[in-house]
């Protein structure tokens, strides 16, 4: 059993996280984030279930949840909702479904997913506006563009503040230089271990993104290689995951 103390220390942190994020809310856009690793073989499975979960929302009109799914070539599977603060994380976002379908259908629909993945947990991200690099304005899903290059930068213990001066000079420079890679930096959130700045970039495809990067590295020129060597020196680890956006398993209500 958890001891008082513990729990107490447990209330104080998510306080002063949700008084830091309501402090800054214009900068920040909180998400929910439900992460499947999905087992070998059984990715169809998985998306059967998501399918059924879509359709029915869809069907009953579902309210109180959003969700956008990245299925990741590592067999990973993000859905990411988004919510206006800490305190709605108290409510059940089915709850509306449950209601309306009745709880022996609903529960059905989630027992398709037995046996299809070998762990799964909940997290909170932070979409840093101020940090994100998008000169067209911000969206999670620019038009046609749905292959995602996920990098997480792992940022060591104290260090916080040079990765935020870096992240900010990278912004900068992709400004002056009128970059035409965009991204969203996501900060992590409650539920992560360790510190790490999460970069989402967007494109039609894989070669649409590396012809691109080719084009960047010539755009940035000298100053560009630099960069590069101050963000390799400054986060203790750098790990990509590739995939889609899958808009047959995401929901939005309207």
Do not use: C
Not at 9 to 37: C, G, M, N, P
Not at 97 to 119: A, I, P, R
Not at 194 to 217: C, D, I, T, W
């Amino acid at each position: 059993m958890r001891s008082k103390k513990t729990t107490l220390a447990t209330f104080l942190f998510l306080f002063f996280i949700s008084v830091s994020i309501w402090a800054q809310k214009d900068r920040y856009q909180l998400y929910v984030v439900h992460e499947d690793h999905v087992n070998n073989g059984m990715m169809d499975k998985h998306h059967t279930a998501d399918k059924k979960i879509v359709e029915a929302a869809k069907t009953n009109k579902m309210k109180g949840m959003d969700w956008i799914t990245f299925v990741g070539d590592d067999s990973r599977v993000m859905y990411l909702s988004p919510i206006k603060n800490m305190a709605e994380l108290d409510n059940n976002p089915f709850e509306d479904l449950k209601k309306k379908m009745g709880e022996k259908e609903f529960e059905d629909l989630f027992d398709s997913y037995d046996g299809t993945y070998s762990q799964h947990g909940d997290y909170i991200l932070r979409l840093d506006k101020e940090l994100s690099y998008m000169p067209d304005g911000m969206t999670q899903t620019p038009e046609g563009q749905n292959y995602r290059e996920i990098t997480f930068y792992h940022i060591p213990p104290g260090s916080g503040e040079k990765a935020e001066e870096l992240a900010k000079s990278v912004k900068k420079m992709y400004e002056d230089k009128n970059s035409k890679i965009h991204y969203r930096l996501y900060k992590n959130g409650f539920g992560t271990m360790g510190a790490y700045f999460m970069v989402a970039v967007a494109a039609e495809s894989p070669e649409q993104l590396e012809n691109r990067r080719k084009e960047n590295m010539e755009l940035l020129g000298e100053e560009g290689k630099s960069m590069r060597d101050k963000i390799d020196n400054t986060f203790s680890k750098q790990e990509k995951v590739t995939g889609y956006i899958m808009p047959e398993l995401s929901y939005v209500y309207k």
